[in-house]
T-cell receptor, first 112, second 114 residues
């Protein structure tokens, strides 16, 4: 699986958009970008994933650059409950690859 | 609808003691996983079960055994606990093996080995 690089920590003001970057310069053509988050030592929670097109769901938006070497997770109106560690994961979305590998992620703190 | 339930939530063991961590899911998922998370680290896969009746090693299987008792339950056993196994243990399930967007995690078991 391709390796990802994320900043260790970020702050964002409540109500503003939180933009979390992820670098995955060695991503291959069949690999997807996934985002999970972990709130205060709970189990991780799936947020969103994409291959090359931008994606949006009720939780967030995912912007993937044209060369697919980096992406940004956007939380459009951050709340205090969005304070968490955010993990960017790259892997093929095929069945049989068991390892969902979590790095150390970005610790996002939403400031009132 | 509880999702993934782990018991116990907290446990303190003495070095050399054994114990079994229990995990059950009520989503009719085929695949189940055990991860550990050390302080300040990401999650590491210990063992997984792609389907009922099968189990396989993950990244860090040494010192652990697992049992897929039935489709709902997947237990993790520490035969002789060591301080290096102090960690938070998460169980997860997914409908199909490797379905990366579909993992549901339990709330974790916080284990301290003294």
């Amino acid at each position: 699986d391709a390796k990802t690089t994320q900043p260790p920590s970020m702050d964002c003001a409540e109500g503003r958009a939180a933009n979390l970057p992820c670098n995955h310069s060695t991503i291959s053509g069949n690999e997807y970008v996934y985002w999970y988050r972990q709130i205060h030592s709970q189990g991780p929670q799936y947020i969103i994933h994409g291959l090359k097109n931008n994606e949006t769901n009720e939780m967030a938006s995912l912007i993937i650059t044209e060369d697919r070497k980096s992406s940004t997770l956007i939380l459009p109106h951050a709340t205090l409950r969005d304070t968490a560690v955010y993990y960017c994961i790259v892997r093929p979305s095929n069945f049989g690859n068991e390892k969902l590998t979590f790095g150390t992620g970005t610790r996002l703190t939403i400031i009132p | 609808n509880a999702g993934v339930t782990q018991t116990p939530k907290f446990q303190v063991l003495k070095t050399g003691q054994s114990m079994t961590l229990q995990c059950a899911q009520d989503m009719n998922h085929n695949s189940m996983y055990w991860y550990r998370q050390d302080p300040g680290m990401g999650l590491r896969l210990i063992y997984y079960s792609a389907s009922e009746g099968t189990t396989d090693k993950g990244e860090v299987p040494n010192g652990y055994n697992v049992s897929r008792l039935n489709k709902r339950e997947f237990s993790l056993r520490l035969e002789s606990a060591a301080p290096s196994q102090t960690s938070v243990y998460f169980c997860a399930s997914s409908a199909y093996a490797g379905q990366a967007r579909g993992y549901t995690f339990g709330s974790g078991t916080r284990l301290t080995v003294v």
